[in-house]
């Protein structure tokens, strides 16, 4: 596993002082997206209050044995680097089949021209190198995706 930069831990912690939360609360910390430009590109997303959803893949969760995302969830979200930018609260999450993925929800995603028509464009492939990467497995538009929606809590 890799160390947490110390920026997410200082991040939390400020971020304790100014809320009703103790710094005990669970969260987790990551990027989005699977490189170092996707990653810092979409963290200014949801800096600058264009992106409120993101999207992975259900299998994938199993695959690299991590618990699914759940309303109420904290996370500090990083630039590729590691180093913390904001933290979100998960507060909405909806699985269906990739075929199925709303307007809405692409819309909120906050990426490209906000057509859903861009979206599994941009999604389909991701999700084909992300199901490489761990499973070798093939993509399929039926596949299930976890759609979830969060708000930003700190900058």
């Given at each position: 596993?890799?160390?947490e930069?110390?920026?997410?831990k200082?991040?939390w ?10 710094n ?7 990027p989005?997206?699977?490189?170092e ?31 699914l ?13 590691g ?23 692409a ?49």
């Amino acid at each position: 596993m890799e160390k947490e930069h110390p920026s997410v831990k200082e991040m939390w912690e400020k971020f304790c002082k100014t809320s009703e939360l103790s710094n005990e609360e669970k969260y987790t910390s990551w990027p989005f997206g699977g490189n170092e430009k996707s990653a810092n590109e979409l963290v200014e997303l949801v800096i600058q209050g264009g992106k409120r959803a993101t999207a992975s893949l259900y299998d994938i969760y199993g695959y690299i044995k991590e618990s699914l995302p759940k309303v109420g969830d904290y996370s500090v979200i990083t630039d590729w680097e590691g180093k913390a930018r904001c933290i979100i609260r998960t507060t909405s999450v909806e699985i269906v089949p990739f075929k199925e993925v709303s307007e809405e929800f692409a819309r909120k995603e906050g990426e490209g021209d906000l057509s859903l028509s861009y979206w599994r464009e941009v999604h389909r492939e991701f999700f084909k190198v992300d199901l490489e990467e761990t499973s070798g497995e093939k993509f399929k538009e039926d596949m299930l995706v976890v759609c979830e929606e969060f708000e930003v809590l700190f900058k």
